[in-house]
């Protein structure tokens, strides 16, 4: 978030390449931003923190649960719309994740409570995104949005680092970091938060998270391959399938909505012509 923070200052204020939009008040930074940076704080604090108890293809498994949760809050939000076909598909989401918990070998429930925690913090995070990007009415670009946000994420996770971790550290003599790894991790997470605040502006907070399980699978599988502790058995499999088949779903359902309300939208246009010109006597 550091790294994040300097580079998107030294874009924008330093090259000049990028501006950054104006429209920032107090108001929305309190009760937008701050939010927005706690809870990726939080995602980070807790997910990082489960891979220490559970494997990369587990905690990538558990994350497919991502979507119900969005959804769950995106309702209570007035962002999505509650529907018996929405509940099935997230239903079978939500079976789908627990098979796949039912067969892993080696569980840490201590890592499964880490990594739920992970989960809500970023449902809330993609919605209060939204609810900044869709109904603030702030129109900010994504090197807008993250030079905004990342400082604050920033803050929210050195606090409770400087308390909680930098003792351990000390401790144990855990400052042979390398500057290159953490280099390059950096620009892949400046990467792909740019393109989740890209992605989020012109869809909704379910769609990337729907998008992020088929990335999950990648990393699913790659691990597997990588890791010797990875061992992926057949349940493991069959659950994670479930789980993609219910988003196949979704997709599919989301789909014909917005086919449906395009055409909507076609119609009323088409309808509101005349009444335009009939209303002016003198054209």
Not at 2 to 25: N, Q
Not at 56 to 72: R, T
Not at 128 to 151: A, D, W
Request: proline share 3%.
């Amino acid at each position: 978030m550091l790294f994040s923070s300097v580079l998107c200052f030294v874009l924008t204020k330093g090259f000049k390449i990028l501006k950054v939009a104006d429209g920032m008040t107090l108001e929305i930074y309190t009760t937008s931003v701050v939010p927005i940076g706690a809870m990726f704080a939080m995602t980070l604090w807790l997910g990082n923190t489960a891979y220490l108890y559970i494997s990369v293809a587990f905690a990538q498994m558990l994350k497919a649960i991502m979507p119900v949760s969005v959804f769950i809050l995106g309702v209570a939000a007035g962002l999505e719309v509650m529907s018996c076909r929405m509940l099935l598909i997230m239903s079978v989401i939500s079976f789908g994740v627990l098979v796949a918990s039912y067969g892993e070998i080696n569980i840490s429930w201590i890592g499964v409570v880490y990594q739920m925690g992970g989960v809500v913090g970023e449902s809330l995070r993609l919605i209060f995104m939204e609810i900044l990007v869709k109904r603030k009415g702030l129109k900010l670009n994504p090197i807008s949005l993250m030079y905004y946000v990342s400082p604050c994420s920033a803050l929210c996770l050195f606090i409770p680092w400087l308390f909680l971790e930098k003792p351990k550290m000390d401790a144990h003599r855990m400052w042979n970091l390398q500057p290159i790894v953490l280099t390059l991790n950096s620009l892949c997470t400046f990467a792909l938060n740019l393109s989740v605040f890209l992605v989020i502006s012109h869809t909704s907070a379910l769609t990337i998270r729907v998008a992020g399980v088929v990335k999950d699978w990648v990393v699913v599988l790659v691990s597997a391959l990588l890791f010797a502790d990875t061992k992926l058995t057949f349940i493991n499999l069959l659950g994670y399938g479930i789980a993609i088949a219910g988003v196949a779903a979704y997709n599919n359902h989301k789909l014909k909505r917005e086919a449906s309300r395009n055409i909507s939208d076609d119609s009323q246009d088409a309808q509101s012509i005349p009444m335009t010109t009939a209303s002016n006597p003198n054209r």
